[in-house]
């Protein structure tokens, strides 16, 4: 019976062209390389080389240059089965993300991947943006959603969604005479906030802050100020009566998926981004 040992050997010797670095990429003796050969050709009933002299010089015969283009299709064939047996091997993935996208997209997310990919073993990150980035560098994620773009230079980044920013009251208030109700100091949330009102050269008369988008929204409901949240998180209260959004005032901004560019190609890292990209 045919072995694939013998095929690997015979494609890997078409290809270097030589006996000696053949047994030297293999690992194997030269004499081992010969057997395999043989062993081959005796299986398939034809000659593969036209060896000379010295056996170290050849060429393939014409019955050899098809076995060579078969065997690479079957090698090739080989890897893919043994991928598919390394994706029911169980795969740990360390996944951050910011308070923000853990609300609006993480939970959905999460769910697919357990769906579709029970093998991997997920480890969660929820923090502000800043802590985020640190965890990056220190190579302690693999892959991170954001919704701000500060410290990302040395990853790969890559808009995966978009979400709206809104101030939110429990009854029309004035932004210039009101109280905020925002994110603490490194949060993508608040460097928005505070791009927008420095723009609209808006100071505010008092900031209360805080790290959960929660209490944010509690505090909101009970008239102690403007919060600014994500309109997905406020859906609803707003619906319920509980909170009015301040027209006009309306922020967007794109959602992120950053990992180290080492990872750029890693198969199970862009399947999962992939499943982000097309939420249906």
Do not use: C
Not at 179 to 195: V, W
């Amino acid at each position: 019976m045919m072995q694939l040992d013998w095929i690997r050997t015979f494609v890997t010797l078409a290809q270097l062209q030589h006996f000696t670095k053949t047994s030297e990429y293999l690992n194997l003796s030269q004499p081992t390389v010969s057997v395999h050969i043989k062993k081959l050709e005796q299986a398939l009933g034809v000659a593969l080389i036209h060896r000379s002299s010295t056996n170290q010089l050849f060429e393939l015969t014409p019955a050899g240059e098809r076995v060579f283009e078969q065997g690479k299709k079957m090698l090739e064939l080989w890897r893919t089965m043994e991928q598919v047996d390394q994706k029911k091997q169980e795969i740990q993935l360390r996944i951050g993300s910011t308070h923000t996208v853990s609300d609006v997209l993480l939970p959905d997310f999460v769910k697919k991947i357990k769906v579709l990919y029970p093998q991997v073993r997920l480890q969660l990150m929820i923090h502000n943006h800043e802590t985020i980035v640190e965890a990056l560098n220190s190579n302690n994620l693999d892959l991170a959603l954001v919704e701000g773009t500060k410290g990302l230079e040395p990853f790969h980044v890559e808009v995966i969604s978009r979400d709206e920013l809104r101030f939110f009251a429990s009854k029309r208030m004035n932004l210039h005479s009101s109280p905020f109700i925002l994110r603490e100091k490194g949060s993508g949330t608040r460097e928005y906030a505070d791009e927008f009102l420095k723009s609209e050269r808006i100071v505010p008369v008092e900031v209360l802050e805080a790290s959960s988008h929660f209490l944010i929204k509690q505090l909101a409901v009970r008239g102690l100020g403007i919060a600014f949240l994500s309109s997905s998180m406020v859906k609803d209260e707003v619906l319920q009566g509980k909170l009015v959004p301040l027209e006009p005032h309306v922020v967007h901004r794109p959602i992120y998926a950053v990992h180290p560019e080492t990872a750029t190609s890693d198969p199970v890292i862009k399947e999962l981004i992939s499943l982000i990209e097309h939420p249906n």
